[in-house]
């Protein structure tokens, strides 16, 4: 009897890995892609704000490397709603306050003033919007330092660590 569970499982197994490069053969970064808790609106100020964290200087910023989408992704997929809510409230607050400092939307505002804005958030003495800041910086240093970009441009990044040399004799003693 236990033979017979034994072969159906390996069967099921076989006919997986049969199956799996079809699958995976249409994956593309469109096809990857969720439908987003945020707006339209909301993820391009979500953009500016991970571009005023690592601005484009002569490499990429966090914007040309798609960081948002990798910070909307993480809090989407590994945090609670109330995260998720936080995240939203904590955007609206961004622009709230450019708004009231600068009389403009925070993307309209210039490098110094975001950066104003980003610091009066980080030290707010409200808790929620002291911890969208931090979570939001937090991803941004994670997801830019974990892109391909940087991981095979300015890090010594090598996919399978250490060498085999074949031709060095080895000594034993």
Known sequence: MKRRIALQHMATVVGGLVTLPAWANGWSSQSLTTNSYLSAKQD???????????????????????????VQKMVNDCYEEEVQQNMIKGLQVTEELARKKYSQPF???????????????????????????????????????????????????????????????????
């Open 44 to 70: 391009a100020l979500l953009a500016s704000v991970v571009e005023t964290i690592i601005p484009e200087t002569d490499i990429p910023g966090a914007r040309s490397l798609n960081v948002h989408t990798f």
């Open 107 to 173: 993307n309209s505002c210039s490098a110094d003033q975001r950066m104003e804005v980003l610091t009066q958030m980080e030290n707010s003495a409200d808790q929620p919007v002291a911890d969208f800041f931090k979570l939001t910086k937090d991803l941004t240093i994670q997801g830019y330092m974990s892109s391909e970009y940087v991981l095979t441009k300015h890090m010594k990044y090598t996919m399978v660590p250490g060498h085999y040399y074949g031709c060095v004799p080895v000594v034993t003693k």
